[in-house]
């Protein structure tokens, strides 16, 4: 058997680096082996831990291509994935050959023939199987090593390109997959859709529709609870970034001391504790969607950074000279009146006016007729999916007792009495196929009702707001949330100011009652004595 040739090395070397794909660099390899080592059958394997994964064959079936042999069931595998040099097998070794059957030019079980194996290693480490067969017996005996060791050498080095290529694209593929996969998750999560049909939501889908595709900044108004990351959510996936990021930043939990960090980045060293360079968070939306939640509650000082950065589309990371441009359409969200906030200095008017190019605002949840029903419905069914419920359905004085609440924490709340309910009902009903869920499981909500607003009260209360309905005109709302403050406060106080006591006396949420003393600027001042 003669040695490899200068000329066929070289003209290898040529095809290899003139290759455009995986397929060809395998193939001029094939070739050349073959060209060099008279076989019958050539094949190319990726080593994976505990199989071997066929990535080229000349002179098999083609289906082998889709096989994937494990290796502890093949004892010839076994022997070729624990050697460190070529290995050639007896003509007359009786251990079965993993290509028997498989040869494309002959039909039934290999008779007596040559089978050769040469592992390839790089950086020391298994990746692969170069295997080489002969129906001719001890045609691979007189083989020189020096021909072994080059073609180990160029197949070794071949396939690790071939797989590092082929890394880098799944790589590429996989963080796209990750960024659409985490936005369609996070808009499954939120809902997936924005549900209702009130005039108010009508009208909320059809804004979103005109200024999604725009690139538009846009604020989004809404009391705690309504659905504002949804409302950017849909509006991400609507625009023309929607395969780019969608970037989450809750401005209220910023402590202010690491909010430019967070926001523009830093480089190792900037700060104690700066142990490595860090991309903020303009920078990973670049090319996308920042979501500033909670905007309001930002400082002035963090302002006037956004501000630049929206401007300018430039950010200056922590302890860097050099200025970085980016690329990020801006979304934020509060619950608070920024124009207000503007008129008192709390928030700049530069930057809210750079902000609400396209103002939007979700109505609460006691405004939208009729909606209450149908986000019902879609609770219950996911929260049945959740609990592994056959059937979960609500009676019709459950809806109506829920449908006449007026809900302070929107439909994050009637998300959790939901929940809350069906546990009940559950835990009532843990015989039955069909769980109902009725009035007593939802619970005492707190708060008047929508449409019967004076149920709640005390008969002395009662006759007080009747007398004053006869004397004067008074504002629901107003006098809906006078009590509610008033019965929050007698209770918070009876309690010492302790929140959890003041929940189970009121039978609700802690959190449901957390939220509403803060909109009912309910507070608690402890005094050291």
């Known amino acids: 058997m003669n040695e490899i040739t200068s000329n066929a090395l070289l003209q290898l070397a040529i095809d290899l680096t003139n290759s455009l794909s995986s397929k060809d660099r395998f193939d001029r390899l094939l070739d050349t082996v073959r060209k060099t080592i008279a076989c019958d059958a050539v094949a190319l394997l990726s080593f994976h831990q505990d199989l071997l994964k066929p990535i080229a064959q000349q002179g098999l079936t083609k289906d082998t291509l889709g096989r994937r ?34 040869l494309a030019d002959r039909e039934g079980d290999l008779p007596v023939h040559a089978c050769m194996g040469l592992p390839l290693y790089f950086n020391n480490e298994l990746i692969g199987l170069l295997t080489i067969d002969s129906l001719t017996p001890h045609a691979f005996d007189n083989i020189p090593s020096r021909t072994l060791d080059v073609i180990t050498s160029i197949a070794a080095n071949t396939l690790n390109t071939a797989l590092m290529i082929e890394q880098l694209e799944s790589k590429a593929i996989h963080n796209q997959k990750v960024v659409n996969e985490l936005t369609q998750e996070a808009l499954k999560r939120d809902g997936g859709e924005i549900i209702g049909y009130s005039s108010s939501i009508t009208r909320l889908k059809n804004e979103i529709k005109i200024v999604a595709p725009s690139d538009f900044n846009i604020l989004i ?99 860097q000279d050099k200025v970085e441009q980016v690329d990020v359409r801006i979304f934020a969200a509060t619950n608070r009146n920024l124009e207000t906030e ?48 056959t059937q979960l359905k609500a009676s019709l004085d459950a809806i109506t007792y829920l449908n006449n609440y007026d809900w302070p924490g929107n439909v994050r709340e009637l998300e959790h009495v939901i929940s809350r309910a069906a546990l009940k009902a559950s835990a009532r009903q843990r015989n039955s196929k069909i769980i109902n869920i009725e009035k007593q499981d939802c619970g005492s909500l707190i708060g008047l009702s929508k449409k019967d607003p004076l149920s709640n009260l005390s008969d002395t209360a009662l006759n007080s707001a009747a007398d004053k309905i006869n004397k004067e005109n008074i504002n629901l709302r107003d006098a809906t949330e006078n009590f509610q403050r008033g ?43």
Request: aromatic share 8%.
């Open 342 to 389: 503007v008129e008192a200095g709390r928030f700049r008017a530069d930057l809210y006016h750079r902000l609400s190019v396209y103002p939007l605002t979700v109505e609460p949840l006691r405004e939208r007729e009729g909606d209450i029903v149908l986000l019902a419905g879609y609770f219950i069914e996911n929260t049945r999916r959740k609990l592994g419920i």
């Open 221 to 319: 108004y809404g009391e705690t609870g309504v659905g504002k990351e949804l409302v950017a959510r849909t509006l991400h996936q609507q625009s023309n970034r929607a395969t780019a990021p969608l970037v989450y930043v809750n401005c209220a939990a910023l402590p202010e001391n690491l909010i430019e960090s967070e926001l523009f980045g830093h480089i190792k060293g900037a700060f104690t504790g700066a142990e490595q360079n860090r991309a903020g968070k303009f920078l990973i939306a670049d090319g996308g969607t920042l979501f500033l939640d909670e905007i309001g509650e930002l400082p002035l000082s963090a302002q006037s950074k956004i501000l630049r950065a929206i401007q300018n589309n430039e950010i200056q990371p922590v302890g």
């Open 487 to 529: 019965l929050i406060t007698k209770v918070l106080t009876e309690e010492n100011g302790n929140w959890a006591a003041t929940a189970r006396r009121l039978s609700t949420d802690r959190g449901n009652l957390n939220r509403a003393a803060k909109r009912l600027n309910i507070k608690v001042i402890k005094a050291v004595k």
């Open 69 to 102: 042999f494990l290796i502890n069931e093949h004892p010839r595998f076994v022997i070729l994935c624990n050697s460190a040099t070529p290995v050639r097998f007896s003509a007359d070794s009786t251990l079965p050959d993993p290509y028997d059957g498989l």
